[in-house]
């Protein structure tokens, strides 16, 4: 069985209206199950060498980076074009998903493949889509997880908060940061979207995140637009 999750986001009054990530139907089949998206945080751990009921040593906080700007051109809304793309994750079921994505844009998959990433020939933006979590929870719920996990970043990645909107189906956060130095040891700025889409039930199915370059943020939200108006998640179990 199929559910289809559409709704188109809007500008207005100089903010960003956005939804959330999310992805339609087979909730059924993994309704008791408890594994999540990947936004779920976790709690801190101790400090290396503390014991329960005493003050832990305070980790020292790393310096703030110098940020770097990608002056690349942005990425322009006029030349994408959108096709239909398939996939398959797997996590607590196995998904199906059916998506429309800029043409030109190749996939890749971890291993498992928990999420599905459309990158731009340029490497510098892509869309990352996850479904095949338990579909248990509204959107906003998914929206203030996300939030509490990156307040947890350390300073050095420079996360700045943009705009929070909920509506009906969907709730989306944008925010800009700075990549760990590991992976961007130039410490490029990038712009990110995050979707949560809800489904029949009210709740969160597929997590949508679209990222890019500051100056790419109208074309960014185009690909997320395209994305949830047209997302459709079909489960079955994992051994089918």
């Given at each position: 069985?199929?559910?289809t999750v559409s709704r188109r986001a809007m500008l207005g009054a100089g903010l960003l209206t956005l939804a959330g990530v999310g992805g339609a139907g087979g ?78 844009w190749s996939l890749t998959q971890p291993d498992p493949p928990k999420t599905g990433r459309f990158t731009d020939p340029t490497g510098k933006r892509w869309i ?113």
């Amino acid at each position: 069985m199929a559910r289809t999750v559409s709704r188109r986001a809007m500008l207005g009054a100089g903010l960003l209206t956005l939804a959330g990530v999310g992805g339609a139907g087979g909730y059924g089949v993994g309704l008791f199950l408890t594994e999540e998206p990947s936004l779920a945080g976790t709690a801190a751990p101790l400090a290396v060498g503390s014991t329960p009921g005493t003050t832990p040593t305070p980790t020292p906080t790393p310096p703030p980076r110098k940020v770097t700007y990608d002056d690349s051109p942005a990425l322009d809304v006029d030349d994408l074009r959108y096709k239909s793309q398939t996939f398959d994750v797997k996590s607590v079921v196995k998904s199906r998903v059916s998506v429309r994505i800029p043409s030109g844009w190749s996939l890749t998959q971890p291993d498992p493949p928990k999420t599905g990433r459309f990158t731009d020939p340029t490497g510098k933006r892509w869309i990352r889509i996850e479904a095949g979590f338990t579909i248990k929870r509204p959107p906003v719920t998914s929206m203030q997880a996300r939030i509490a996990e990156l307040n947890r970043l350390p300073a050095n990645q420079m996360l700045h908060l943009i705009s929070q909107r909920v509506d009906a189906r969907y709730a989306t956060i944008a925010y800009t940061y700075v990549p760990p130095p590991e992976q961007s040891p130039e410490g490029v700025l990038r712009y990110v979207i995050v979707r949560w889409v809800a489904d029949d039930s009210g709740n969160c199915a597929v997590e949508m995140s679209s990222t890019g370059l500051p100056q790419d943020k109208d074309a960014l939200l185009d690909v997320l637009d395209h994305a949830a108006d047209s997302v459709e998640r079909r489960d079955t179990p994992l051994s089918g």
